[in-house]
T-cell receptor, first 108, second 117 residues
């Protein structure tokens, strides 16, 4: 089966940098995805890593180390609108198995 | 592009009744859609994989006779919660993807909040 661990909560101030870690155990690895979900809303895709290394998309970056079964999402220049839940996920076929989510609270 | 809609967005029903939730891919065809369930402040739990023209594949612990899934066309999957009980109250979200030529991105519907009284 698959399991993913990530911190439950993170707090930060506007303009800061935050890193959300994710460790996973999975039988057969096809990639690590990150999704953002605002309260009551739909998850939206942020980033995906299939290979080791860093992927950068604007203020967000994601890193993967397959040998360590570890990844992280890096959020820079935090804004109030970044307050949301962030989920790492691994693929099960084309479906996704999600971690428990990290609630990010950004204050001014 | 790649928009997924769900209907209804909210539904309240009485215990013992059945509720149907629709998931539509608006601008692409989806041979496979997925249904998730999410309790407040918790993760999305994969319930089942909906395959167009064939039976759904349910995750362990999900009652297939209670959560009926039908994927009758390339743009529509439905989830029917039969004989609903208060413990079925939850946020149900569908997704579709990846798009042809892609390998990973899922597109999620806005979710349906079900309350069973």
């Amino acid at each position: 089966g698959q399991s993913l661990e990530q911190p439950s909560e993170v707090t930060a101030v506007e303009g800061a940098i935050v890193q959300i870690n994710c460790t996973y155990q999975t039988s057969g690895f096809y990639g690590l995805s990150w999704y953002q979900q605002h309260d009551g809303g739909a998850p939206t895709f942020l980033s995906y890593n299939a290979l080791d290394g860093l992927e950068e998309t604007g203020r967000f970056s994601s890193f993967l180390s397959r040998s360590d079964s570890y990844g992280y999402l890096l959020l820079q220049e935090l804004q109030m609108k970044d307050s949301a839940s962030y989920f790492c996920a691994v693929s099960k076929g084309t479906a996704l198995i999600f971690g428990k989510g990290t609630t990010l609270s950004v204050s001014s | 592009g790649a928009v997924v809609s769900q209907h209804p967005s909210r539904v309240i029903c009485k215990s013992g009744t059945s509720v149907k939730i629709e998931c539509r891919s608006l601008d692409f065809q989806a041979t496979t859609m997925f249904w998730y369930r999410q309790f407040p402040k918790q993760s999305l739990m994969l319930m089942a994989t909906s395959n167009e023209g064939s039976k759904a594949t349910y995750e362990q612990g999900v009652e297939k006779d209670k959560f009926l899934i039908n994927h009758a066309s390339l743009t529509l999957s439905t989830l029917t919660v039969t004989s609903a009980h208060p413990e079925d109250s939850s946020f149900y979200i569908c997704s579709a993807g990846p798009l042809k030529g892609q390998t990973y991105e899922q597109y999620f519907g806005p979710g349906t909040r079900l309350t069973v009284t």
